[in-house]
């Protein structure tokens, strides 16, 4: 006669009991104008205490959310301690708008929308970010080379003085 010995074992799985959603907080842009060649990197903290956070990303749209809309991962980065995703380069003129999610590990989801009014950022004309939130445009390029050439010429005309002025002081 056999004997069937049947134990149980309790298996606590991860995130059972867990029915709370991740929180997350107000993210950032950076850079905070973008120009028309520069891709735009959200950062966002998220924290969830029950489970821990098992993913996050970003959603967004440049037709207001008309007729499509994109999703980008945001992995966690350990050296700023938040979650970062890419929004590729948009063309001049272009109005991104985007949302955050995040799913726990025991599948609870939250959003992050900004109350249904989506965070926001315009392209502007630059070619990219620029330095400090300055977007190099077409007119401040000008500038610049017109300030580079008047230097240019400054110093043609204090080393021919100082080549002139050797010249009559030696005859």
Do not use: C, E
């Not at 867990?18 to 891709?39: C, K, L, M, R």
């Not at 029950?50 to 993913?55: C, D, K």
């Not at 809309?69 to 590729?88: M, R």
Request: no cysteine; aromatic share 8%; net charge neutral.
């Amino acid at each position: 006669m056999a004997l069937l010995l049947v134990i149980a074992i309790p298996v606590h799985a991860q995130g059972a009991g867990d029915s709370t959603a991740p929180s997350i907080g107000i993210p950032s842009v950076s850079p905070a104008s973008p120009g028309s060649g520069a891709s735009v990197t959200v950062s966002v903290d998220v924290n969830d205490t029950g489970s821990g956070v098992a993913s996050v990303s970003i959603v967004y749209s440049t037709d207001n959310w008309a007729s499509s809309n994109n999703t980008v991962s945001a992995p966690y980065v350990p050296t700023s301690d938040n979650y970062q995703g890419t929004i590729p380069a948009q063309s001049q003129g272009s109005y991104v708008s985007y949302y955050v999610v995040a799913l726990d590990a025991a599948g609870n989801r939250a959003v992050n929308n900004n109350s249904g009014g989506f965070f926001a950022y315009d392209v502007t004309g630059g070619f990219g970010g620029g330095i400090g939130g300055f977007n190099i445009t077409n007119t401040s390029m000008w500038i610049i080379a017109a300030i580079l050439g008047a230097i240019m010429v400054a110093m043609v005309v204090v080393m021919k003085r100082r080549s002139g002025s050797k010249k009559s002081a030696g005859t």
